[in-house]
């Protein structure tokens, strides 16, 4: 498998993405610069999170009209894999990648802690590496995590199984008290229709080596691995 980051000034996950690609492929991914013109020929393409263009104006709204994107979408709509991470989320969803919308926490505050996901599908390359309604512990990290959308395209979500991760107990129980950003339906992580684009909240990355804490995270990049090589 071939992946490239996208890189835009102020990223801060750019390199611990890296770090955990290249631990499952063997070798370091691309790195693309927000101001490049050109992909290259990869079967992934990753969004990292961190606080692209500062998050001024609004989270991913800047990052989603730099260059590169243009290229990102193109890429997109040729079936290449698309991985948004927390403001990488924000910066697929304002380009239109991904339905819907991320706006600021119920309680209006910055969280950063352990999290655990329910896992709603597992016939993604995205998810081939969980078993369908595993529960796996990631950390969030973000101000403006909150998935909203209207009823009938959250309806729309429901119905084609475009859920990929909600927010749920340690048990697996999806409750509010569960739900740390007030997302609708406990949301954490969604597909587009072909499954080909992956948004999602929590950061895999930061749990995939036993340093870290835990190795949750690792199992989605062992399977992109094994399902694009």
């Known amino acids: 498998m071939k992946a490239a980051v996208i890189v835009f000034p102020g990223s801060n996950c750019d390199r611990d993405i890296a770090i955990a690609l290249e631990q499952s492929m063997g070798k370091p991914p691309a790195m693309v610069w927000h101001r490049d013109s050109e992909l290259p020929k990869v079967d992934l393409i990753a969004v990292p999170g961190g606080f692209s263009y500062g998050d001024y104006l609004r989270c991913g709204a800047m990052a989603a009209h730099s260059p590169i994107m243009r290229e990102v979408k193109r890429a997109a ?5 698309i991985l948004g991470i927390c403001n990488g989320f924000q ?6 990648l991904l339905d819907g919308v991320l706006m600021r926490n119920k309680d209006l505050r910055f969280i950063c802690k ?12 995205f998810t081939a590496g969980y078993k369908k309604d595993e529960v796996i512990r990631v950390p969030i990290a973000h ?12 309806k729309r979500i429901e119905d084609k199984g475009m859920v990929a991760f909600r927010y749920a107990t340690p048990e ?5 008290d569960a ?4 997302s609708l339906n406990n949301i954490a992580g969604i597909f587009n229709d072909k499954r080909t684009v992956l948004g ?4 895999p990355e930061r749990l995939s080596d036993p340093t ?7 199992k989605m990049f062992d399977g992109l691995v094994e399902a694009l090589s």
């Open 200 to 203: 999602m909240m929590p950061h």
């Open 179 to 182: 739900n740390p950003n007030g």
């Open 143 to 154: 101000a403006e995590g909150n998935f909203f959308t209207d009823e009938d395209t959250l």
């Open 114 to 125: 352990d999290v655990h996901l329910r896992v709603e599908d597992a016939k993604s390359p």
């Open 77 to 81: 709509e040729k079936g290449t894999r």
């Open 172 to 176: 697996g129980d999806v409750t509010q």
């Open 91 to 96: 910066v697929i969803t304002e380009a239109g």
């Open 212 to 218: 870290l804490g835990g190795t949750d995270g690792r």
